[in-house]
């Protein structure tokens, strides 16, 4: 399956010297780099000697030349068109985009971005009020992407809501139980109630990834980083799979839902086919995220950094589906209706 080779293809291994050489040699930057945990590439925080940090990223080795280009287009674009903080492309010496690293046998994608200022939203906590302000930055950032006139073709990901049903294989990893039955059954009701209407939908390039860690607050700021999850989808893929992410421990489970979606309304409004799937598509995106962290589980060593951070995101996603699924999806609609839509809209 295409699908599970681009997200079980290990990230590169390079060793810190050979890419500080090929930074300094193609972007003319020097400094200390820090590794970053990532699932597919190899990601670094640079230093420089005057203070500044830059995101150094090695591509994967599956990832596509499109894909690459797709993600400095919009990256682009977004410089143009958004207010909302996102990484800058860092050029060349000699003004491209995107720079070239040898390991092995390939030729790999090198990419410097600029770092986004703040303080992970996972990290700081999110209260009703955070909540708030992640879905308008969110809303505003799907308005400027609206604009990005897309013709590439979608990166393939397992991760992408599009591809769904795919996960089936994989659920023989998730324990039998409870858990399982509630992670096939939203998988059977995005079948069943999202692709029939899922043409109809808006569409447009999507983050397809604001969850805490890539969303960041900065001097009252909202701002989004690692954009390497997009894709063309229904836009309403965006604050559902955001707010999949929004799990109060002890707490009603639409206490952060609730103003995170009214916000991302006032600021980009949805319609009402969208409002009607929303339920649906949050406890894909929980499936989702069970599925492939259990699969994920087995795949890496004990002390794995990005094992140790899935068992606590697993452990919290299938704790918040249940809650989900014990409110329904009629009591789930009507509250979201009454919370984000205002009289008059």
Not at 47 to 70: D, H, Q, W, Y
Not at 156 to 167: A, H, M
Request: proline share 6%; glycine share 8%; charged share 20%.
């Amino acid at each position: 399956m295409e699908a599970l080779a681009a997200i079980s293809t290990p990230p590169p291994n390079l060793r810190r010297a050979a890419v500080a050489a090929a930074v300094a040699a193609q972007f003319g930057l020097r400094g200390d780099l820090d590794p970053l945990v990532s699932e597919r590439d190899q990601n670094f925080c640079l230093r420089a000697p005057g203070g500044a940090r830059f995101l150094v990223k090695v591509s994967n080795a599956l990832e596509a030349a499109a894909t690459t280009a797709f993600h400095v287009r919009v990256l682009l674009h977004l410089e143009a068109e958004s207010t909302i903080a996102t990484p800058r492309i860092v050029r060349t010496l000699t003004g491209e985009p995107c720079g070239r690293i040898e390991c092995g046998a390939r030729r790999l994608p090198l990419r410097v971005l600029s770092w986004v200022e703040g303080r992970q939203l996972e990290a700081r906590g999110i209260d009703a009020r955070m909540a708030a302000r992640f879905g308008a930055a969110l809303g505003q950032l799907d308005g400027a992407l609206a604009g990005y006139a897309y013709s590439d073709g979608n990166p393939v990901l397992l991760w992408d809501l599009q591809r769904v049903g795919e996960l089936r294989p994989l659920l023989c990893h998730v324990e039998k139980g409870a858990a399982r039955v509630a992670v096939t059954a939203a998988i059977d009701d995005f079948e069943t109630r999202v692709l029939p209407v899922q043409a109809s939908l808006p569409r447009q390039v999507i983050h397809a990834d604001a969850n805490p860690e890539n969303v960041l607050s900065h001097d009252g700021a909202i701002g989004f980083i690692d954009f390497s999850d997009m894709v063309h989808a229904p836009r309403v893929f965006d604050p559902a799979i955001a707010a999949s992410y929004l799990r109060p421990a002890g707490a009603a489970s639409l206490e952060l839902i609730g103003p995170f979606i009214a916000a991302y309304h006032a600021a980009n409004p949805l319609t009402e086919s969208e409002i009607a799937v929303l339920f649906d598509l949050v406890r894909a995106r929980l499936a989702t995220s069970i599925t492939l962290l259990c699969w994920r589980l087995g795949d890496r060593p004990p002390g794995d950094a990005y094992r140790q951070k899935s068992l606590a995101t697993e452990r919290t996603a299938s704790q918040f589906l249940g809650a989900l699924d014990a409110l329904g999806r009629k009591r789930f609609t009507n509250k979201i209706r009454r919370l984000a839509i205002q009289p008059g809209d």
